[in-house]
């Protein structure tokens, strides 16, 4: 899945070469949506969230964000996280936008910064694995595509992407846009 997911970022991210309007007016857009993610662990699915503000300065778009992923769907409280953790990351970009009437699509990449708990490699003398601490930095890929019926609102698709030398993120947010174009 994380293979179709980097071909699909590589595919998003080299064909995002669309005119786009030469208006340097400010633009910005805030979006917040949850989703899903895959355990490499555990082979399970998660559940994750994430919200970021959008904004053009001239003719250069950049983003700031912050994307969480939760424990695993229906098994809180339990040992079989053995391996999964809880991951944060802030993030900020650059990229490049297209938009039309009813719809909006965006690539942004950039630099992000990654902390989070996860279970110690062996556990204690009960069993029990320690939780860890950590944080890293990592490269942040983020592709949006939103549909806007309405003036000031859309609603529509994230994917989110992190690698990162503990844990690689990669999401699919269902997602609500609030936007001043």
């Known amino acids: 899945m994380k293979i179709i997911y980097i071909l699909g970022m590589a595919l998003f991210l080299t064909n995002s070469s669309y005119t786009q309007t030469k208006d ?3 633009k910005f857009w805030l979006n917040a949506g949850s989703g899903l993610t895959n355990s490499p662990q555990n ?3 998660q ?3 994430g919200i970021n503000y959008n904004f053009s300065f001239r003719d250069n778009y950049y983003q700031a964000g912050y994307q969480q ?3 695993t769907l229906g098994m809180q409280g339990n040992d079989l996280f053995y391996k999964d953790f809880i991951l944060r990351a802030v993030n900020v970009g650059y990229g490049q ?3 039309g009437e009813f719809f909006y ?3 942004f990449i950039g630099p992000s910064y990654v902390w989070g708990d996860k279970p110690s490699d062996e556990p204690d003398h009960s069993g029990r694995y320690n939780v860890d601490q950590f944080s890293t930095l990592g490269l942040a890929l983020n592709s949006q595509i939103f549909f806007r019926p309405f003036t000031g609102f859309g609603i529509g698709l994230q994917l989110y992407g992190n690698w990162n030398p503990v844990r690689t993120m990669a999401e699919i ?3 609500v846009q609030i936007h001043n174009k």
Do not use: M
């Open 69 to 71: 992923i939760a424990r």
């Open 47 to 49: 559940f994750n969230w």
């Open 105 to 107: 699509w965006g690539n």
């Open 97 to 99: 936008i297209t938009y």
């Open 24 to 26: 340097s007016t400010y």
């Open 173 to 175: 947010l269902l997602s």
């Open 43 to 45: 082979y399970s699915i």
